[in-house]
């Protein structure tokens, strides 16, 4: 079983993805440190280095490298659904998950990291707010195409069991 999740950052992906994999004893790999491993570098010296463009084929061919092992959680990261159509070959390989989740949540967790993320790193509240929201946007069209939608705070342990296991992949 291959389940892939998505949605902004902050939504939980990487929090839920750890918690059922523990659960459900299935493993999990979050999709940006695999990348980071495999580059050896951090997503933003990448994205520094080589750009977007280099980022995105090595994050697909290391999307679909990790969908090898056929038993697997990941956490993908939030623009990964909207680049070389990743969002409906994990459509077609496995289960997606949409985590969402209210922008001001979002922004109160991403701000903690805010120095970890060298493109949020001078934006104000205001303008975080309006990023994230912005982004979303533009992204939903990508995210709603998963097979489950959850918000994040209705989430629970249960959620995986009820959800997600019961559905055909």
């Not at 004893?25 to 080589?50: C, R, S």
């Not at 990291?113 to 790193?121: A, E, F, I, N, V």
């Amino acid at each position: 079983m291959l389940i892939f999740l998505v949605g902004f950052m902050g939504t939980g992906k990487t929090h839920w993805g750890k918690r059922w994999s523990q659960a459900y004893q299935i493993p999990f790999v979050d999709l940006d440190d695999a990348i980071e491993a495999a580059e050896g570098k951090t997503i933003p010296d990448i994205f520094a280095v080589y750009g977007e463009a280099y980022f995105r084929d090595i994050e697909t061919k290391i999307l679909h490298d990790l969908s090898q092992k056929k038993n697997i959680i990941i956490a993908c990261g939030g623009g990964t659904p909207c680049f070389h159509n990743n969002m409906q070959w994990m459509n077609d390989h496995g289960i997606t998950i949409y985590l969402t989740a209210p922008a001001e949540i979002i922004m109160k967790r991403v701000m903690v990291q805010q120095d970890k993320r060298p493109l949020l790193r001078d934006m104000n509240p205001i303008e975080l707010l309006a990023y994230i929201e912005q982004t979303i946007k533009s992204r939903e069209p990508y995210y709603s195409q998963a097979k489950i939608t959850l918000i994040e705070e209705d989430i629970s342990n249960d959620t995986f069991q009820q959800e997600i296991l019961n559905i055909p992949s």
